[in-house]
Structure formats: C-alpha cells, structure tokens
C-alpha cells in the first residue's frame, strides 16, 4: 500500500520568498534521535508515480500570503524486518531556512523509502 501526504507552506512576511526544489526532510523517532535505514529521495515518482509529488523541480516565487506544497510518498508494506515508524519530520523549507518540525506519524513499513516531491505553487 501506498500513502501520500502533502504539506504546506505560506508566506506570512512582508517580501516575496523563493523556492526551488525539493525541501530538506530529516526523519526522527519518538525519542527526537535520526532514523536510521530510511532513504529519502527527491522525487515522489520513486516510490510510486501519478500522486502529484512527482514531476519537475521549478522556480517558484511567492509573493506575501502566498503558498506552496510539497507531496510525502512512501509504501507502508511490511516484508522481511521491523517496520519503521517515524513520528517526528523536520522539515526546511530551502538550505538556510529555521527548521520546523512536524507530526505526521508515519508508518513506512519495512521499504525503507520516503519519497519527497518538488515545491509547487498552491493554486
């Protein structure tokens, strides 16, 4: 099986704020330590295709409360192994950006894969 999740991000300041690429996701468990064993690949597509976070990595330009997603793919499927959970994902916006960190409680299963998808423009 297969899951999707997007998350989102607006422009809460007074200037125009660019994006291009993907964000800079880190995994962490339930004690705030790494996860280990977890790939993180930049395109969604990698771990499965037609969920919208696949496709090119553009320029983007938001302009004050102005948004922009980005798509979180993984397989939850349990073969051989201990399945992963990951509660904590600390995300970047852009290389120099403060971190945030999310909740989203993800059960990735015994894949090892994360698929993160390119910024695209909230329409």
Do not use: I, Q
């Amino acid at each position: 099986m297969s899951h999707t999740g997007d998350r989102k991000l607006e422009n809460c300041g007074t200037r125009p704020y660019s994006l291009h690429g993907c964000p800079d996701v880190r995994l962490f468990d339930e004690d705030h330590e790494p996860v280990d064993g977890v790939r993180v690949l930049r395109d969604g597509a990698s771990v499965v295709g037609g969920t919208g976070a696949d496709g090119p990595a553009l320029p983007l330009v938001l302009k004050p409360g102005e948004g922009a997603w980005v798509g979180l793919v993984w397989r939850n499927t349990v073969e051989a192994g201990a399945a992963v959970d990951v509660p904590y994902v600390r995300v970047r916006a852009k290389s120099g950006a403060d971190p945030v960190t999310l909740v989203p409680e993800l059960d990735l299963g015994t894949a090892g894969k994360l698929g993160v998808g390119p910024w695209k423009k909230k329409e």
